[in-house]
């Protein structure tokens, strides 16, 4: 293991999106596939590649780099990673020296931000050179477009799930949310838990205050028939419709029923539902597995609450591969990312952590056991598929800052430094100075 060379620290939704991104590009020209030239052997490299993550994802990377390496005995890997909101902000510091790494993850909220600007090695001449997308599906290889130019490479696919965490509910005798609940019945079902889980110890909590992260707010948008962004690049919601949504939560954040924001943040980067003061969450259906290593206890997923419509969901990718434009080695990244993307051992090493994998081959060599996390990651996705029926919402340039400064105001409405009229109106005035509306 390398670990004294760390830092601290799918469908045609897809496709639609990919017709948005590639119609209102901005970035540098493309190159044509098959142009780049192919990896010397002959000259010792040294790559370097941030993630976000935690350490056991570390592990699994360096697990991963350790085969690469081995298979290319001529490159080094120098690694880092950081949590979510300090691993954008580390970039941020990057970009503007362009000085990126070499290979990172990209979030889709994020890939206009940086590959519209130029930052990002367009990686089209690679391809059938050092890397072969061949294997993934088109429309998800699409995801990562940009202006014709490919400047993603799509790891995986997830969707938005419901997890619970069944031996707690055993515990206080509640039970799950019923199939087809809606956000009315989720709401109910948060405050009997609370309620109940009060005289728990410790004391336990249905969930925490879900109107604050940005893309619940979309998903909800979706489902009252609301496309949340324009094709130009616009908000296309206003503040009546955000402000319903954070009044969801406001009985509940009057009742105390959501899992306090203080010990929320003493705990971090933990959360009450992995330290097992929460008895259910919704994220993306790839958190499973550590959510079962985290709290050593049985953790079931749910669909997302039904809308008006009934229920509706989305594929988003997991996360992507990306190279930097102003790296000198860009066919050793391209080979690292082919790797990673493709390679039958990387599929063994993670599972469905990252998502479930985007190269059949990886999901082939999983070799998962029935029952197990990533087994039952990839039967909830084929359980879903019927209601994966709408288009990810189009990640606009910058839309990774709108959701972290939604995360902070929602932050500050729980500890009741703000009402949610305030909220809004600063959340709006951040948001028109760099998007706009349509």
Request: aromatic share 10%.
């Amino acid at each position: 293991m390398r670990l004294a060379r760390k830092a601290a620290g799918v469908t045609a939704a897809l496709a639609a999106v990919a017709l948005t991104l590639t119609g209102c590009g901005g970035g540098p020209g493309t190159t044509a596939p098959g142009s780049a030239e192919k990896l010397s052997t002959d000259e010792d490299i040294t790559l370097s590649m941030a993630w976000w993550g935690d350490n056991d994802r570390a592990d699994l990377y360096e697990k991963a780099i350790d085969v690469f390496e081995e298979k290319h005995p001529n490159i080094t890997v120098q690694t880092q990673f950081q949590a979510w909101d300090d691993y954008w902000g580390a970039r941020a510091t990057e970009a503007a020296g362009g000085a990126l790494p070499d290979v990172m993850q990209m979030d889709l909220s994020y890939l206009r931000q940086y590959g519209a600007t130029g930052q990002l090695l367009d990686l089209s001449g690679q391809e059938g050179v050092n890397l072969d997308v061949g294997g993934l599906d088109e429309s998800l290889v699409s995801a990562g477009e940009l202006d014709g130019g490919q400047f993603g490479v799509p790891l995986s696919t997830n969707t938005l799930a419901l997890f619970y965490n069944a031996d707690l509910l055993d515990e206080l005798g509640v039970n799950p949310p019923a199939e087809g609940y809606t956000w009315d019945d989720l709401d109910a079902w948060i405050a009997k838990t609370s309620k109940v889980g009060a005289g728990h110890d410790p004391v336990l909590y249905g969930f925490s205050d879900y109107t604050g992260q940005l893309w619940f707010f979309l998903s909800w948008l979706i489902q009252q028939g609301v496309e949340p962004f324009t094709d130009d690049g616009r908000l296309n919601f206003d503040e009546a419709q955000m402000t319903e949504w954070l009044d969801r939560g406001q009985d509940l954040r009057d009742a105390d029923a959501f899992f306090p924001i203080k010990k929320a943040k003493q705990i971090e980067p933990l959360e009450g539902f992995t330290v097992g003061e929460q008895a259910a969450g919704m994220t993306w259906d790839n958190f499973l597995g550590s959510y079962e290593s985290e709290t050593g206890q049985e953790v079931k997923m749910l669909p997302m609450p039904s809308g008006p419509n009934g229920p509706q969901q989305f594929w988003k990718p997991g996360m992507l591969l990306s190279a930097s434009a102003s790296t000198e080695q860009p066919a050793a990244a391209a080979t690292l990312i082919d790797f990673l993307v493709n390679d039958p051992e990387v599929g063994r090493i993670f599972g469905t952590s990252k998502g479930v994998p985007a190269a059949q081959a990886q999901i082939d060599a999983m070799g998962v056991e029935p029952g197990s996390a990533d087994a039952r990651v990839v039967q909830y996705e084929e359980d879903v598929a019927d209601v994966v029926t709408e288009t990810v919402p189009v990640p606009v340039e910058g839309v990774g800052e709108l959701e972290a400064e939604f995360k902070r105001l929602s932050e500050e409405l729980q500890y009741g430094n703000l009402t949610v009229d305030e909220f809004v109106s600063q959340w709006f005035s951040f948001a028109d100075e760099r998007v706009g509306r349509s």
